[in-house]
């Protein structure tokens, strides 16, 4: 048995080698992700817990999480786990990938050694009381995100993860297309679906910020897919026709207003007055890609501080802004009037548990749903990727980077 091998050289099915490549965050370069991530080869992680399994990794997918661990900020990933049985001073992230299953723990029935599967991030301890009272495990307190709150994510040759979190790998995927939509995918399918009476229904008009990004591409197919009008917003002209190609009725230009930010004060009568000429400014513009006065019932809100009180101003009387992220910032502020008046709702959600997740995978499954894989790069670029995405130059959709796949463009065992 070899102690480690090489990027694409696969070993026999089942055999564990002692080591690894992997790309590993420490606290000490915490930083901009191509100054954060490096390769290094440590342990693989065969010792497994009952319902755990290990995953030779084929593709991951890259998401913001990386971003935030890299820079250590809001927490410090690697720090927050100290007191884990078997903490390592490192992070090895990555919240999507497509692989195959290696070795599976005693307990172990959904998969066999040998599965080809996509990986869902959502992992929770089987103890969790809300667990055990068959509750939604995302509402228990040892729901954690694989790959970013847990270690030994998918940027590396192996990962270990929970079988739960193991989903049927669709068979016309290449390996790059399916380790690229999970996360983004099923956040959006709990967002849009699973807050009632505020799921989608037919005609519903659903406003998507960054329509073009990970999340949003997802949410405007699940949008389409449920018989809603989704209208995207944008930061350029030239994300108009991906959008509107995934189901977008249209596209807004959120660069043609300037009122984003912090609600100013009430108190500041000239200030607010100019915002509230902005929000509606784009509210009209909203009503024009619509070709009618019609409002959002659903708000697919991640922006955050920048957009929020716009969100909550355009939303429909009765409507939802549902909001899974801050990244321009944390500091929402609302302007109570609208909320209580109109009886909106301002609802936090995040990522999603099995059931959502299985559901976002059979909708891709069944080609209604498409990962929008951008663009396909190497295991050396992982920093890289990471470094564009931080930098918002990213392409449109959803990104992967090959790890044990030798080329793109399989969709199964390399021969
Ligand atoms: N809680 C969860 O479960 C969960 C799951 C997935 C992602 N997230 C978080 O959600 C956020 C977005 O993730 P993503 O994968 O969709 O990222 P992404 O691919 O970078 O897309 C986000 C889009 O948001 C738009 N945007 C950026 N800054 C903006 C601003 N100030 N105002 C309005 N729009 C802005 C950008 O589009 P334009 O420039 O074209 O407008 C960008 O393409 C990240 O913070 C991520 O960590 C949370």
């Known amino acids: 048995m070899r102690d480690l091998y090489p990027l694409g050289q696969m070993p026999p099915l089942g055999e564990v080698p002692a080591r690894m490549l992997a790309h590993l965050i420490r606290p000490e370069r915490f930083g901009e992700p191509t100054k954060a991530f490096q390769v290094e080869q440590v342990e693989v992680p065969a010792d497994l817990q009952p ?43 990555g919240s999507d990938a497509s692989g195959i299953v290696w070795k599976v723990g005693s307990d172990v029935q959904n998969v066999k050694v040998g599965d080809h599967v996509v990986i869902h991030c959502g992992t929770w301890s089987r103890d969790d009381p809300i667990v055990r009272a068959g509750g939604d495990p995302m509402f228990g307190a040892s ?27 669709p068979k016309h995927l290449t390996w790059e297309a399916a380790a690229a939509y999970m996360l983004v995918g099923a956040t959006a399918y709990r967002m849009l679906m699973a807050w009632p009476p505020h799921t989608v229904q037919p005609g519903d008009v659903v406003l998507v910020w960054g329509g073009a990004g990970g999340l949003g591409c997802q949410a405007i197919q699940i949008a389409r897919e449920m018989g809603g009008t989704p209208v995207a917003v944008v930061s350029s002209e030239d994300k108009f026709e991906f959008c509107q190609r995934l189901g977008a009725k249209g596209c807004i230009n959120r660069k043609k207003f300037s009122h984003w930010g ?25 009503w024009e890609v619509l070709g009618e006065r019609r409002n959002p019932r659903l708000v697919f809100e991640h922006p955050g501080e920048d957009t929020v009180p716009t969100s909550i101003f355009v939303c429909d009387t009765g409507g939802m802004v549902v909001i899974c992220a801050g990244t321009s910032g944390y500091n929402a502020v609302v302007d109570l009037r609208y909320l209580w008046m109109r009886q909106k709702r301002f609802q936090g959600s995040h990522f999603a548990n099995d059931d959502q997740a299985r559901a976002l995978n059979d909708l891709v499954a069944a080609g209604k749903v498409d990962p929008c894989l951008s ?41």
């Open 375 to 415: 663009e396909t790069f190497t295991f050396e670029q992982i920093p890289h990727v990471h470094q564009l995405m931080h930098d918002n130059r990213h392409p449109h959709g959803n990104m992967a980077c090959l790890v044990n796949a030798p080329r793109p463009g399989l969709r199964d065992v390399p021969q």
């Open 262 to 286: 912090m609600l100013p004060h009430w108190k500041d009568t000239a200030k607010y007055a100019e915002w509230v000429k902005g929000a509606r400014a784009f509210g009209a513009a909203l």
């Open 143 to 169: 729901f954690r995100i694989w790959g970013y709150e847990t270690n030994w994510g998918s940027f590396a040759q192996f990962t270990r993860v929970q079988a739960h979190q193991c989903l049927p790998k």
């Open 51 to 93: 319902d755990e399994v290990l995953v030779w990794v084929m593709a991951a997918g890259v998401n913001y999480n990386n971003v935030w661990a890299s820079l250590g900020v809001p927490v410090d990933v690697i720090k927050g786990r100290q007191k884990d049985p078997d903490y390592r001073p490192f992070h090895i992230g």
